[in-house]
């Protein structure tokens, strides 16, 4: 079992940054591969970001990519999503959220993080 809790969110102006922080419980962090999903007033929750257990893959959606980088340290259980050159587009619940042991599948969610961007 793992439980993830967000920290970090917050308001900012359009242009700002933000470093988003999910730290996890448990002794089996390091072999979970890592994410962060966001949702947005009457959207869908997408996919943001992701980071394999080792941390040497990444992935990340277009509307980030060039702006946003996710890292994890493995040795304090923490992922982080470090958010820059912010747009009011950003605007969204972040949450973060584990794989199942040995695979890509999501199967742990973190409670979310509000991130306000204001033009």
């Known amino acids: 079992q793992v439980q993830l809790v967000e920290s970090g969110g917050g308001s900012v102006q359009a242009g700002g940054s933000l470093r988003l922080s999910c730290a996890a419980s448990g002794r089996t962090f390091s072999r979970h591969s890592m994410g962060w999903f966001r949702q947005a007033p009457g959207k869908e929750r997408e996919f943001i970001a992701s980071i394999s257990w080792s941390g040497v893959t990444t992935a990340f959606a277009d509307s980030v990519k060039g702006r946003f980088t996710i890292s994890r340290d493995n040795a304090k259980n923490t992922v982080y999503l470090e958010m820059n050159s912010l747009k009011p587009e950003d605007t969204a619940v972040y949450y973060c959220?584990?794989?199942?042991?040995?695979?890509?599948?999501?199967?742990?969610w973190g409670q979310g993080t509000q991130v306000t961007v204001s033009s």
């Open positions: 959220a584990a794989s199942a042991l040995g695979t890509v599948t999501i199967e742990y």
